[in-house]
C-alpha cells in the first residue's frame, strides 16, 4: 500500500537547461549522453552534491574531471542557470496528490548554488511534507544509504513509497531498499505513471481549459 510519493525534482518537476552549457565548456566534442554519464559518476559532483566541498572547489575539480574546457569562473556561472523553473502543471500535480491523501516529499542530488533556486521555484516548504536535497542529507542517489536514510528520517517504510525520477539508475537503487520506482520525464510522466496506479485521475482540473 503507498503512502507517500518521493518526487526527484530536476527532470521531474524542474526544467533543467545544461545543454549550451555543455556544447559550450566541452566545444562540442563530447556527446551530451556521455558528459552526463560522466557527471553521473564524477567524484567532484558527488562530493558536492553530499555537502563535502564547497562551489569553488567543486570548480576546480569538476574542469579537469569532466573535461571542460572553460575557466572555473565560466563553468560555475553558467552552472548557477541551469534550473530554467518549474515545467506547468508541476504545483497542481503535487497538489492533487497531497489532497488525495497521500504524503508528499521531494528527494534531489542537488548542492548549495542550486537548492536554495530550487526552494523559491518549487515552493518547497509551502509544498512538499518533507524535502532531502543531497547536500543536507549527505548521501546522494543512487546510493542505497540515501533512500534508506530518506526513509528512516521520513518515518515511512520504503515499501510504503513510490519514487519517481527521470534517471533509470535512481529507480533502481530506490527498488533496492524495498521502494517502488517508476522512470519519468517531466510533469506529464508523472502524471501518468499517478493515474496507471490510480492515485489521481485521469484529468486534473487544471487541465481543462
Not at 552549457?21 to 553521473?40: N, V
Not at 544509504?145 to 530506490?174: K, M, Q, T, Y
Not at 492515485?199 to 487544471?206: D, R, W, Y
Request: proline fraction near 4%; aromatic fraction near 10%; include cysteine.
Amino acid at each position: 500500500m503507498i503512502e507517500a510519493v518521493l518526487f526527484d525534482l530536476g527532470g521531474v518537476l524542474e526544467h533543467v537547461v545544461a545543454a549550451p552549457q555543455i556544447e559550450e565548456w566541452t566545444h562540442g566534442q563530447i556527446p551530451s549522453s556521455e558528459f552526463w554519464h560522466r557527471w553521473l559518476t564524477a567524484q567532484s559532483v558527488r562530493l558536492f552534491e553530499t555537502g563535502k566541498i564547497g562551489p569553488e572547489v567543486f570548480a576546480s575539480r569538476a574542469v579537469n574531471e569532466l573535461g571542460i574546457q572553460v575557466d572555473e569562473a565560466t563553468f560555475l556561472d553558467g552552472f548557477r542557470t541551469w534550473l530554467a523553473g518549474p515545467y506547468e502543471g508541476a504545483a497542481e500535480l503535487v497538489a492533487k496528490v497531497r489532497a488525495n491523501g497521500y504524503r508528499v516529499a521531494s528527494f534531489s542530488n542537488s548542492n548549495e548554488v542550486h537548492w536554495p533556486v530550487m526552494e523559491r521555484h518549487q515552493q518547497t516548504a509551502k509544498r512538499f511534507d518533507a524535502n532531502f536535497p543531497s547536500h543536507l542529507l549527505g548521501t546522494c542517489k543512487p546510493d542505497r544509504e540515501a533512500f534508506l536514510d530518506v526513509s528512516r528520517l521520513w518515518g515511512i517504510a520504503p515499501e510504503h513509497i513510490l519514487f519517481l525520477d527521470d534517471n533509470e539508475v535512481n529507480c533502481e537503487g530506490a527498488r533496492l531498499v524495498g521502494m517502488q520506482a517508476v522512470r519519468v520525464q517531466e510533469v506529464a510522466g508523472a502524471r501518468e505513471a499517478l493515474v496507471e496506479r490510480g492515485m489521481i485521475q485521469g484529468i486534473l482540473a487544471e487541465d481543462i481549459h
